[in-house]
């Protein structure tokens, strides 16, 4: 079966330093994968979607970009966080197109709360 | 351009009591419709969709959901809320062709009173 493991689950960064997020999926191949975020009562912002080995797709330009460096790792990152980079972070996956109905739809992995102080 | 709302942002009921939540959409054509649940501090769990036939469709824990094409509408219902529903229900929709993308409503945040 498939799983999709994201972490970590929780970090508190100070502002100006780096960050890297992982996500990576088992049991598929050739995933399409997804970031959000969510900030408090806005719902979810996809970031950044990725159909293939290093193609990447930014939904919003802002201070993050995504990496996808192996067929079922998605990375997400930023050089310098900024305050407003604080939320919860979601991957996600689904099967491409074409492999039927019962697989439309996407499996999120548990988040990673981003704190930036 | 595709959008799904959700009006109530927050609804608060009985533990036993009976629960909808409201989703509509405005698509150019009929989409694949979805429910997800997320507990606090999870990711997101996929509670129902529906793609075609009978417009009354059943997920799990309970919810069942009713596809109305005059409306636009997919509401989420539950019969009998258990205090462990109290979650965030987020309403998504996607194409019949192409990139198969989904489209998130902001959110309905329930809670439960005992």
């Known amino acids: 079966s498939q799983t999709i493991h994201q972490w970590p689950a929780t970090l508190v960064q100070p502002v100006g330093s780096p960050l890297s997020l992982e996500c990576t999926v088992e049991g598929t191949s050739n995933p399409n994968l997804y970031w959000y975020r969510q900030a408090a009562g806005r719902g979810l912002q996809l970031l950044f979607y990725s159909v293939g080995i290093g193609q990447i797709s930014s939904e919003v330009p802002q201070n993050l970009s995504a990496s996808r460096p192996q067929d079922r790792q998605f990375i997400l990152s930023s050089k310098k966080l900024l305050l407003s980079d604080s939320g919860f972070y979601l991957c996600?996956?689904?099967?491409?197109?074409?492999?039927?109905?019962?697989?439309?739809?996407?499996?999120f992995g548990s988040g990673t709360r981003l704190t930036v102080v | 351009a595709q959008s799904v709302t959700q009006p109530d942002i927050h609804i608060t009921v009985s533990e036993g009591a009976s629960l909808e939540l409201r989703c509509n959409y405005s698509?150019?054509?009929?989409?694949?419709l979805f429910w997800y649940v997320q507990s606090p501090g999870q990711g997101l769990q996929l509670l129902l969709k529906?793609?075609?036939?009978?417009?009354l469709v059943q997920g799990i824990k309970g919810f069942e959901a009713e596809f109305k094409r005059s409306q636009s509408s997919f509401n989420l219902r539950k019969p009998s809320v258990h205090w462990s529903d109290a979650a965030e229900y987020f309403c998504?929709?996607?194409?019949?062709?192409?990139?198969?993308?989904?489209?998130f409503g902001k959110g309905t945040k329930l809670s439960v009173i005992p």
């Open positions: 529906y793609f075609s036939g009978d417009t």
């Open positions: 698509y150019g054509a009929t989409p694949y």
């Open positions: 996600a996956w689904r099967p491409q197109p074409g492999q039927g109905l019962s697989n439309y739809g996407y499996t």
């Open positions: 998504a929709v996607g194409p019949r062709a192409g990139s198969y993308q989904l489209t």
